[in-house]
């Protein structure tokens, strides 16, 4: 069974930047499209960010648009989620999870998921 293990959270002022990481164990992470997901207390959990498994399309929600990229290196078998300018509502519990299709609204369809990472922007 794939398992994923997101690391690089952390405390970060607002406008500063983290690098978050979700490495892959077990089987070639090349396979799966990879989705970033967070979760704030009392809130839903959203879709951030997604990247296919060649890394030739990728996607993102609105509201992280030109801060966020994602991307990944198939041979470390690792995804990362460059995160910049950062805000306060960036605040959450960042989980990586694998699917076969970048469909960030149909979370159901991503069966592996990591522990989470927690980043909080705060001054």
């Known amino acids: 069974q794939l398992q994923l293990v997101e690391s690089g959270g952390g405390l970060v002022q607002p406008g500063g930047s983290l690098r978050l990481s979700c490495v892959a164990s077990?089987?070639?992470?090349?396979?799966?499209?990879i989705g970033w997901f967070r979760q704030a207390p009392g809130k839903e959990r959203e879709g951030v960010s997604c990247i296919s498994g060649s890394g030739g399309s990728t996607n993102y929600v609105d509201s992280v648009k030109g801060r966020f990229t994602i991307s990944r290196d198939n041979a470390k078998n690792t995804v990362y989620l460059q995160m910049n300018s950062l805000k306060p509502e960036d605040t959450a519990t960042y989980y990586c999870?694998?699917?076969?299709?970048?469909?960030?609204?149909?979370?159901?369809?991503?069966?592996?998921w990591g522990q989470g990472t927690q980043v909080t922007v705060s001054s």
């Open positions: 077990r089987f070639a992470l090349g396979y799966y499209a």
């Open positions: 999870a694998a699917s076969y299709q970048c469909r960030l609204a149909t979370q159901y369809e991503f069966d592996y």
